[in-house]
């Protein structure tokens, strides 16, 4: 302890020797302000007040937390975890802290809180074992959060993101089973918006920006369900255009991957009005689009 002045009165370092006692508790000492007497400088203030607050264990911290999951409080859950994370920095309650936090934030829930945990665990730990569970619980906070086609759909695109980084990394985890499904799901819903614009555009006869939107279901979400209804559109679009080579490639490459299908069909009916059957034509993009489809 530095020693500034003799001026000191020998009272005066007798109540320093005082304070420098209660220090040594194993308790720690917070003191709070008295904001109504204006900090306690003025006489007629209340004085200043100590307040003792004892250190609690790790694992008393962690218990407490497990114990208001276990009773679905789970924001005094998270509040607990986040607590042992501070308390204990550099330390492995520190980790399990911060991961118990972002399950307790997933399952309240709080997505939007989770994924910033989920991001600050990858950032401090990003080979630890729980890892993999961490992506899982980023991608699903997104996935969780797929509003119907009709809304944007960056929740999913997010989640897309974040599964594939799982299984990238990490692929060999237990996670990336569902994973890999709950992309399925979130491909499906991105091609259903993309097709749900396209027929916007279709039904204002604007055929270069429907074509456009079912171009993009072939290229980026060919394995979804929407495939065999985008192939017919734009054999629909392109028709209606007066591009034939392109209307009776669509419907060739209908016929090729989906020859049951009624969207092909559909799709005969509508080139036989114009006295047209289907056929491809190997210089046209759907073409190449057509052989990645003949893969699957």
Do not use: C
């Amino acid at each position: 302890m530095p020693v500034f002045a003799a001026s000191f009165r020998s009272s005066a370092m007798l109540v320093a020797a005082a304070a420098l006692a209660l220090s040594a508790a194993p308790a720690r000492a917070d003191i709070m302000d008295s904001i109504t007497s204006g900090f306690g400088l003025f006489g007629g203030g209340e004085k200043y007040k100590t307040e003792i607050t004892p250190d609690i264990p790790a694992d008393t911290l962690y218990n407490q937390g497990l114990a208001k999951l276990k009773s679905k409080d789970f924001e005094g859950a998270a509040k607990k975890f986040t607590d042992l994370e501070k308390s204990y920095p550099s330390s492995e309650w520190s980790r399990k802290g911060l991961l118990m936090t972002l399950y307790a934030q997933y399952e309240k829930p709080a997505y939007d809180d989770a994924v910033q945990t989920a991001q600050r665990y990858i950032g401090l730990y990003p080979n630890s074992p729980d890892t993999p569970y961490v992506y899982y619980l980023a991608g699903m906070s997104y996935y969780n959060q797929v509003p119907d086609v009709m809304r944007d759909q960056s929740s999913a695109e997010k989640s897309l993101q974040v599964f594939q980084e799982l299984i990238n990394k990490f692929p060999k985890s237990e996670y990336v089973a569902d994973a890999r499904y709950k992309m399925g799901v979130a491909r499906d819903q991105l091609a259903a918006k993309e097709m749900q614009v396209g027929r916007f555009y279709l039904t204002r006869k604007n055929y270069p920006a429907a074509i456009n939107r079912f171009h993009e279901v072939l290229g980026k979400y060919q394995t979804t369900r929407h495939t065999e209804e985008a192939l017919y559109r734009l054999t629909e679009a392109y028709l209606a255009m007066g591009v034939t080579n392109e209307a009776q490639t669509a419907a060739a490459i209908l016929g090729h991957n989906f020859p049951d299908s009624q969207w092909y069909k559909d799709a005969v009916a509508l080139l036989k009005a114009d006295g047209l059957t289907p056929h491809e034509y190997t210089d046209s993009w759907l073409s190449k689009i057509g052989k990645t489809l003949h893969a699957i």
